[in-house]
């Protein structure tokens, strides 16, 4: 199973990106998704998910607002909006090992590899 993270880059505080997370139509089919990040020195944290229905969404607080979480049959998407500096990370996608996702990383059972987002100010 592979998972594609893709749509990092640099951006100015207050701006925008949009992170996409391509998988098989069966990895993603019947599973949850959710992206986490990481930034230098930090532990990974949850960022957003959705449901294998796309019906419901979970956010961290610092991101509510400002971050949607969305998805069609093959991929996932994480538009960022009103960007800060603190949100500088790497973001990974993963799939849920649950139709309906966990905010704990524990809860997934497979990882992409990672897109940075850089964010200045």
């Known amino acids: 199973v592979q998972l594609q993270a893709s749509g990092g880059g640099l951006v100015q505080a207050g701006g925008s990106l949009r992170l996409s997370c391509a998988a098989s139509?069966?990895?993603?089919?019947?599973?949850?998704v959710g992206w986490f990040r990481q930034a230098p020195g930090k532990e990974r944290e949850f960022v957003a998910a959705?449901?294998?229905?796309?019906?419901r969404t979970y956010y961290a607080d610092s991101v509510k607002g400002r971050f949607t979480i969305s998805r069609d049959s093959a991929r996932v998407y994480l538009q960022l909006n009103s960007l800060k500096p603190e949100d500088a990370a790497v973001y990974y996608c993963?799939?849920?090992?649950?139709?309906?996702?966990?905010?704990?990383?524990?809860?997934?059972?497979?990882w992409g590899q990672g897109t940075q987002v850089t964010v200045s100010s």
């Open positions: 139509k069966r990895t993603f089919s019947n599973n949850g």
């Open positions: 959705i449901d294998w229905k796309g019906f």
């Open positions: 993963a799939s849920s090992r649950s139709a309906v996702p966990s905010t704990n990383s524990g809860g997934y059972a497979y």
